[in-house]
């Protein structure tokens, strides 16, 4: 035992293990040496090289050769430079100056107060009021959507298909080319009953080939995959862009990301209980992004309710649209060190509307600097040795996930730990925190940036409204027993909310060049404050008809069913 490592001695094991002569226990030292090999397993500091839970986090990293050819493209893709020295320099002084910015405009800032008397400096951000509605914006809006036709959800769905021709986009399983007659009317009819959650029964017409059930089945059954949803979706995100409406509520570089929860009431492996979401059930979210042309860009779906900033960087990293957000907003559920830490890495701006502000912690890089009145909100000090050491493994991680290497949920699942991040993950949310504490400044300082932050949630929001209202069929809830399942019915949900949006904007625009031609004022601030979020025109629950053939009028009954298509209605 004389020859034992003592490196691996914390201070308190030290004080256990070493008697008063200053030999060790054998005992407790065994005891020492499996705690600190657990703490590195979690910390992926250790790892077992074959095995899938404990494994090394950085093995599809970029890496060796490989990495050293793209290192330099890597650095000039991102912004970033190759050594630490300059650009700790560069966050340096961009801290410097926030700070100095916002204790400038402090006095004039009725907002924020600083409660100077307990122990700790504490920041107090007063909430934003409700803006105000001119006179012109209640009558604009009540202008067009006066305008708008009422229509069924089947009708714009297969508007949307003349407009784009998304039904293109779903291929067979087989990935063959022959297509059916009137395909389109049919992925359409699955498509509203899955986005209905009302089953394929009252989309069935037998008198209809397009759309009798065995036909139905067939094409849910051979064409509607998360794949083919997604590429139909891009469609209807593209078409949207380029609409003029569109392109004045924004320019697709802002997005927001929120999670929708559904209760699973079905026996499933894919639902977590939450008893704030889902009372004594088990559910899922659904965790999308929409941007700020009001369309839904991508989505995952994920057991329970699971933090949503393991997968925010997923989404933004692998959405196929032609939209190029490089700012997303999320609620509290988003945010961690870390992925303030990959934002900055790879060029986004992360900006979270948090729940606790007066709990955030204000980080410094300088120790000897005058903040003014927020030195005592300043306590914390960034490790600038921690960043500058690994800074070659931030970039690494950085470029890797960039070129696609390393899924970004997988990664930051290893880099967390299981709340004890690895070595490599601590740099990361040591960075962050210099990001972080930026984001804080600019918050507080700019009455703007939290209103637009605000606003962007808010039409997140309101998305999830229109899909709460169109998935209504068995009580809201999703009854899909397996993970693809559930992704393909919300992926369908997905696309139908994006059709509702896209058929209103282009209507929303075409009432607001009516209103124009005929000599209305139209104010930009007014168009700006419109939404396509919007469904009192749209009949979402179906028709019923109260006809029947005239031999039944007098008396006849209607013919029995051949009992050989008792199995196929029961399909």
């Excluded at 970029?62 to 893709?77: D, I, S």
Aim: one cysteine or more.
């Amino acid at each position: 035992m004389s020859q034992a490592p003592r490196a691996l001695l914390t201070p308190a094991w030290e004080r256990l293990v070493l008697g008063a002569g200053g030999e060790l226990d054998r005992r407790l030292y065994t005891f020492c040496a499996l705690e600190r090999l657990q703490d590195g397993l979690r910390r992926r500091d250790l790892f077992a090289p074959a095995s899938r839970r404990w494994g090394d986090p950085h093995a599809k990293l970029l890496q060796g050769p490989a990495w050293e050819k793209v290192r330099m493209r890597v650095c000039r893709t991102l912004g970033r430079s190759p050594t630490p020295t300059e650009e700790l320099k560069r966050l340096g002084e961009q801290l410097d100056e926030a700070y100095r910015r916002t204790a400038r405009n402090l006095p004039t800032n009725a907002a924020v107060r600083i409660d100077h008397s307990g122990r700790r400096d504490v920041v107090t951000l007063t909430p934003l009021d409700k803006l105000d509605e001119p006179a012109s914006l209640i009558e604009l809006r009540r202008g067009v959507t006066a305008r708008l036709p009422r229509v069924d959800l089947t009708e714009i769905l297969l508007e949307i298909q003349a407009w784009t021709n998304f039904a293109s986009e779903f291929r067979h399983i087989s990935e063959g080319d022959g297509r059916v007659a009137d395909l389109d009317l049919s992925l359409c009819a699955v498509l509203l009953a899955e986005a209905c959650n009302i089953g394929l029964e009252p989309l069935v017409r037998p008198d209809v080939p397009a759309l009798t059930r065995g036909r139905l089945s067939w094409v849910q059954q051979n064409y509607i995959r998360a794949e083919t949803i997604t590429r139909a979706n891009a469609r209807l995100v593209d078409y949207q862009a380029q609409i003029p409406l569109a392109r004045a509520w924004g320019g697709g570089e802002v997005a927001s990301a929120d999670g929708l929860r559904f209760v699973v009431p079905v026996r499933t492996l894919n639902a977590d209980p939450n008893s704030k979401y889902f009372n004594a059930d088990r559910g899922v979210t659904y965790y999308n992004f929409t941007s700020d042309q009001f369309t839904g860009f991508h989505a995952i779906v994920v057991p329970g309710t699971i933090r949503d900033s393991l997968f925010i960087l997923e989404c933004l990293l692998e959405q196929q649209t032609g939209l190029r957000p490089h700012e997303v907003m999320s609620d509290t559920a988003g945010y961690s060190d870390l992925v303030f830490g990959l934002f900055w890495l790879l060029g986004y701006q992360f900006s979270p509307r948090l729940a606790d502000f007066g709990e955030s912690r204000f980080w410094r890089i300088d120790p000897k600097a005058d903040h003014g009145a927020l030195n005592g909100l300043a306590r914390q000090r960034i490790n600038i040795a921690r960043i500058a050491w690994n800074w070659d493994d931030l970039l690494r991680v950085a470029g890797s996930l960039k070129m696609g290497t390393v899924g970004a949920t997988e990664l930051v699942r290893g880099l967390q730990g299981g709340g004890r991040p690895s070595t490599l993950g601590r740099a990361i949310g040591e960075l962050g925190r210099v990001a972080k504490t930026l984001y804080l400044l600019n918050y507080l300082d700019d009455e703007a940036y939290r209103r637009r932050i605000l606003t962007q949630l808010n039409r997140g929001e309101s998305r999830h409204s229109v899909a709460r209202a169109i998935f209504h069929g068995q009580r809201g809830e999703l009854r899909q027993r397996y993970r693809e399942g559930q992704e393909d019915q919300l992926g369908a949900l997905g696309l139908v909310v994006n059709a509702v949006v896209l058929w209103n904007t282009r209507y929303l625009d075409a009432a607001l060049a009516q209103i124009r031609t005929s000599g209305g004022l139209v104010q930009p601030e007014d168009v700006g404050r419109l939404s396509p979020l919007l469904l009192d025109h749209i009949n979402v629950l179906g028709r019923y008809e109260f006809a029947f053939k005239e031999s039944i009028r007098q008396g006849c009954l209607r013919p029995l069913r051949d009992p050989d298509e008792l199995d196929d209605l029961a399909a």
